[in-house]
């Protein structure tokens, strides 16, 4: 089997250009080797998010080559993180297809509508994530452009946002910007990070970490006066 | 491979008042047989100099009849796919090739498209409306078949780029218009170096075989060949044009930073493929006799790549009718 070590360098510069490590995951096997990462993910692979404090990513039903490509980035550095440099160093690569697998497939990531609606002017958070910020030369794209319709990802590449913890994509954002983060394929993710402001970071965190639940409530809400 | 020059054409009155970028002049000039015709003359480059035009944001629309047409344009323009199989026989939406729904300079921007038109066209020979050159979208940037003039899509657009224009000035090349026109390519745009490019920068979104991606019905990123993409009659599959708007606005969001020549070549990599028939061939005899008359500029149509002839035989893509 080939591993990221022994590729040569053109072979390597393609991983680095697709991060989808051709390494077959066990779910089953996985379970066992991910008994340390419950702490903080919790039993159910959820995560967790303390308001103003830590932020444990849902990892549920993500995609397993995303996964995996965080977890060895974490062993290289590309993605810099005191907490999780330790864990991902105990782990061997099979180990890490087999963590990634099992994250996976431990439930689904939440499907959202994908039909077209108009994003909300007045709104500054929806208007972010379908519509972006061009004014000013900022060149900031839609981030629903690259994250697919209400940010639920796209293939192995663009994870999903809408539905995770607030405080873990507000960090991520701010680690692209204070250069710890530096992972992201072809520096798609960097440049934008940088031009966006503050306050743009934590209208993005909050539209997505809330976008679920507020579409499932305006969906119950359109039923209701259907029903009328 | 042969990548032909555009021609030069002095007969647009327009090109007269406007600088004309050096990379438009061409070094064989007119055809010899005495056809004065030439079917791909463009608009003259826009002119240098900053950017000073800002159309209006959404949130100052009104709440009246005009501001819900606007709204409908802008739906239609973000989402064209709502006209698919009616007006759209591929996978494009307007937004693709006209960033930030139409409003982002360098790229296309509909404030500096709306108040050059009527303008005299040289791909179609004839003095252009607005309604006209939106149609001429339809038919090839969306293999489609365009919307009547005065239909409510039409007005919808239309409206939707008359809002945008709010207090641009009319007949008026501005800063900003059209892509940015780079500099003649330094080696000549070259396939194999473009594939390079291609499998670097643009296949993470684009796939290696240009067939984009979709999440359930939606296009997140557009096919750039095969059935799904413009047509060999849309102004995106000269080399130039790609190269011009790839250099300003690809990858998303690192504009600019391709190098010239990368630009050029994966340009060329991306047009050296099959996509939907010309719509204008269905009226001529022949390949050869589409190419003479509608292909001179900077394009493959005709050419033989890898052992085919693209624009060989009579795949129309999804359009099922012929254009007039």
């Known amino acids: 089997m080939i591993t990221i070590s022994k590729v040569g360098g053109i072979a390597l510069l393609l991983a680095a250009a697709t991060p989808a490590l051709a390494q077959q995951g066990d779910a089953e096997r996985g379970g066992t080797s991910a008994v340390v990462c419950v702490a903080c993910h919790q039993a159910d692979g959820m995560g967790m998010n303390i308001p103003g404090g830590e932020s444990w990513p849902r990892l549920a039903g993500m995609n397993a080559d995303y996964l995996a490509k965080q977890l060895h980035d974490f062993k290289s550095g590309d993605r810099e993180n005191m907490t999780m440099m330790p864990f991902a160093n105990m782990l061997s690569d099979q180990q890490i297809a087999d963590v990634a697998a099992y994250y996976a497939e431990m439930a689904s990531w939440p499907e959202l509508p994908t039909a077209y609606h108009a994003a909300d002017p007045n709104k500054e958070g929806e208007w972010l994530a379908e519509r972006g910020d061009w004014e000013d030369s900022t060149f900031i794209p839609a981030c629903n452009q690259c994250h697919g319709p209400n940010g639920q990802g796209v293939g192995t590449t663009f994870p999903p946002l809408a539905g995770q913890h607030a405080g873990y994509i507000k960090n991520q954002l701010n680690a692209w910007r204070e250069g710890t983060r530096h992972n992201d394929p072809n520096e798609l993710m960097v440049g934008i990070a940088k031009r966006l402001s503050d306050e743009q970071v934590e209208l993005i965190a909050e539209y997505y970490a809330e976008l679920p639940e507020s579409l499932a409530a305006a969906d119950a809400q359109e039923q209701q006066e259907d029903a009328k | ?324």
């Open chain 2, 1 to 324: 491979m042969k990548l032909r020059n555009p021609h030069l054409l002095t007969a647009a009155a327009l090109m007269s008042a406007l600088t004309i970028s050096p990379a438009l002049v061409a070094q064989d000039a007119a055809s010899s047989d005495g056809e004065e015709r030439d079917y791909q003359i463009q608009l003259p480059a826009p002119p240098e100099g900053e950017v000073t035009f800002q159309p209006p944001h959404e949130r100052d629309l009104p709440d009246n009849q005009y501001g819900d047409m606007v709204r409908k344009g802008r739906d239609l323009f973000i989402n064209t796919q709502s006209l698919r199989g009616k007006h759209v026989f591929n996978d494009q939406n307007c937004v693709n090739c006209h960033l930030d729904a139409g409003r982002l300079a360098h790229s296309a921007p509909m404030w500096a498209a709306f108040g050059v038109y009527p303008a005299y066209r040289g791909k179609n020979d004839k003095v252009n409306t607005l309604t006209d050159r939106m149609q001429g979208c339809f038919t090839y940037s969306m293999n489609g078949v365009p919307p009547e003039a005065g239909s409510e899509e039409i007005v919808a657009l239309e409206t939707y780029l008359h809002w945008l224009s709010t207090g641009a000035p009319i007949n008026e090349s501005l800063p900003g218009r059209s892509y940015p026109t780079l500099s003649e390519a330094e080696q000549e745009p070259d396939i194999t170096r473009g594939a390079e490019v291609y499998a670097a920068q643009c296949a993470i979104c684009h796939e290696d075989d240009g067939s984009g991606q979709q999440v359930g019905e939606r296009w997140v990123f557009p096919p750039l060949w095969g059935d799904g993409a413009f047509n060999w009659g849309a102004g995106m599959h000269r080399v130039n044009t790609a190269a011009n708007f790839i250099k300003a606005n690809m990858p998303l969001g690192k504009p600019y930073s391709l190098t010239d020549q990368q630009a050029w070549d994966v340009a060329a990599f991306v047009n050296s493929h099959e996509r939907p028939q010309d719509p204008r061939r269905r009226t001529m005899e022949s390949l050869d006799e589409t190419v003479d008359i509608y292909h001179n500029h900077m394009g493959f149509y005709g050419d033989e790549i890898n052992g085919e002839r693209l624009g060989e035989g009579d795949n129309y893509g999804e359009n099922p009718t012929p254009s007039e």
